[in-house]
């Protein structure tokens, strides 16, 4: 099984940026996808999730309206739009994937994102 992140970097403030998370070795379609972030020192801090049709959204208050997230069952791949990125933004992004009605999850290895001037 693996999650491998990608699209992370350096922008400045009010960027963009579009991370990707490919599935591999699991029914990805069956999997509710999820980003969270964390920086060093602090907990993990869940972003956006999106259900396995791709339906449902769900974002932190902190960044509603500035990230959109979507999945592609067919390339096995969610990504997070990140607009109008904020310093407070900065922090190893990661995606999970969490099986439906078991306790089963995959996490990718993360993306470091810096927003910076």
């Known amino acids: 099984v693996q999650l491998v992140e990608s699209g992370g970097g350096l922008v400045q403030p009010g960027g963009s940026l579009r991370l990707s998370c490919v599935g591999s070795?699991?029914?990805?379609?069956?999997?509710?996808m999820k980003w969270y972030r964390q920086a060093p020192g602090k907990g993990r801090e869940m972003v956006a999730g999106?259900?396995?049709?791709?339906?449902?959204?769900n974002y932190a208050d902190s960044v509603k309206g500035r990230f959109f997230i979507s999945r592609d069952n067919v390339r096995k791949t969610v990504y997070l739009q990140m607009n109008s990125l904020k310093l407070e933004d900065t922090d190893i992004y990661y995606c999970?994937?969490?099986?439906?009605?078991?306790?089963?999850?995959?996490w990718g290895q993360g993306t470091q994102v810096t927003v910076s001037s």
């Open positions: 999970e994937a969490e099986g439906m009605g078991s306790s089963t999850e995959y």
């Open positions: 070795g699991f029914t990805f379609r069956y999997y509710v």
């Open positions: 999106v259900t396995i049709d791709g339906g449902r959204k």
